[in-house]
């Protein structure tokens, strides 16, 4: 993520891989399933690039990536959803949760 040398990356304006629309904040995100440890890597593109330790086979790696998201947002995973790219590693994902898209940035962006 990228933001103005000296400004707060909390009051930045949001980065493109990230929308709120309806009742639910939407992720871009480009996966690497099979990487050594998972973990939010930067930019890809207009997407939010997320390695993940989890081989691509039998929907573990999209389990793996909603597990993880779970843990570095802190809610529920019934609170996120696959919206798209099941089979694809550009995806969306859907997170319905008393979370404010600054509030996510923050959690994605730390540690």
């Given at each position: 993520m990228e933001v103005p040398k000296g400004s707060d990356f909390r009051t930045a304006q949001l980065p493109v891989w990230i929308?709120?629309?309806?009742d639910a904040v939407f992720l871009a995100l480009h996966v690497q399933p099979g990487a050594r440890r998972t973990a939010v890597i930067g930019?890809?593109?207009?997407r939010l690039k997320i390695a993940v330790g989890s081989p691509?086979?039998?929907?573990?790696a999209n389990a793996a990536l909603l597990e993880f998201l779970a843990r570095r947002l802190n809610v529920a995973k019934?609170?996120?959803e696959l919206a798209s790219g099941?089979?694809?590693r550009e995806k969306?994902?859907?997170v319905r949760a008393s979370l404010s898209p600054s509030q996510?940035?923050?959690?994605l962006h730390d540690g």
């Open positions: 929308e709120a629309r309806g930019m890809h593109g207009n691509p086979a039998d929907g573990r019934s609170a996120l099941a089979g694809s969306r994902v859907a996510i940035v923050a959690a």
